[in-house]
């Protein structure tokens, strides 16, 4: 149904890119990014969806359920401490999909400087297409709160 | 580069290569992980170790300490010494999913190395450029190191 569709590779592919301004350090923003993504990570309308993510290269990124119940939304595909998080995986989408995430932070006057970027292709539903810009929004903007409170 | 994949076509990728080793199955195989490990190299001045962990499921990866680094991919399957396979990202920092397969076998003198990658995704020109050149480099090497160590009579 999804695939039917899809009549141009154009709508195989998902392109976000998002500009973060933190005041923060550098190092305390990479912190507080990996907490955002992890145990503090929100679903929509901001509801607690803590996530768990095994920092190093081919770690998970995934919901803990318990007794060995949960959800891989992806794998660590790179991290170098604090300037980059790079991610591969299916992230929450029960479809043929995959997707990319990057996360690429450098200082900049008064703070640190987060530009991110999904990139994804497969059967992506329209709902989605739709409610991921503004779910990376969300969380992108609650990283930067964290930052800023914790420096 | 969303824009410059227009046809299917666009986002495939398909190498082969077949490669005559003379050595035996069992030090091709050996050899053949320690050059997609710790004896990677782009350029004969351009070292670039990598990590096989060899079991299924196993990672391949950049290990830049303190655990930093960069993985290609999973082992999806390893039967030693006849098939190596493995799926992921490699270097393609965009969604790209690739199949690795080394399988090898038994022939007169030696043996034989069938490889191939498939990857589907948003390919780079210039990784769709480069990176046959780059597979064929790096059996070139893992060929002259298992034939070296015939000749060394380190089996």
């Not at chain 1, 923003?29 to 990570?41: D, I, K, P, S, V």
């Not at chain 1, 891989?72 to 991290?79: F, P, T």
């Not at chain 1, 996360?103 to 008064?110: A, D, I, T, W």
């Not at chain 1, 987060?114 to 059967?123: E, T, Y």
Request: charged residues 20%; proline residues 6%.
């Amino acid at each position: 149904m999804i695939a039917a569709t899809a009549a141009k590779v154009e709508d195989l592919t998902l392109n976000i890119t998002q500009e973060i301004h933190v005041k923060a350090p550098l190092d305390a923003t990479f912190e507080a990014l990996l907490e955002q993504l992890g145990g503090l990570m929100t679903a929509a309308e901001n509801k607690p969806m803590p996530m768990k993510i095994e920092p190093w290269p081919g770690g998970r990124w995934y919901r803990d359920l318990g007794d060995g119940n949960g959800h891989l939304w992806a794998h660590v595909q790179a991290i170098k401490r604090p300037t980059l998080l790079e991610f591969c995986g299916p992230l929450m989408m029960s479809y043929p999909v995959a997707s990319n995430v990057q996360y690429r932070l450098s200082e900049e006057p008064g703070g640190t400087l987060i530009k991110f970027q999904h990139l994804a292709l497969g059967m992506i539903p329209e709902d989605y297409r739709k409610g991921l810009n503004e779910g990376w929004g969300s969380i992108n903007t609650r990283a930067k709160a964290l930052a800023e409170k914790k420096k | 580069m969303t824009g410059t994949a227009t046809r299917i076509e666009d986002l495939t990728l398909h190498i082969t290569e077949e490669i005559h080793v003379k050595a035996p199955i069992d030090v091709t195989f050996a050899t053949l992980l320690e050059q997609l490990g710790e004896f990677n190299q782009v350029a004969a001045d351009r070292p670039l170790p990598m990590k096989i962990e060899p079991w299924p499921g196993g990672r391949w990866y950049r290990d830049l300490g303190e655990n930093k680094g960069h993985l290609w991919g999973h082992v999806q399957s390893i039967k030693r010494p006849t098939l190596l396979e493995i799926y992921g990202p490699l270097i393609m920092s965009y969604p790209c999913m690739s199949n690795l397969q080394y399988r090898l076998s038994e022939e007169a003198g030696g043996t034989l190395i069938e490889f191939q990658h498939s990857a589907f995704g948003l390919i780079l020109g210039e990784h769709r450029q480069g990176i046959p050149n780059g597979w064929r480099y790096t059996h070139a090497l893992a060929k002259e190191r298992a034939e070296a160590k015939v000749s060394r009579g380190q089996i």
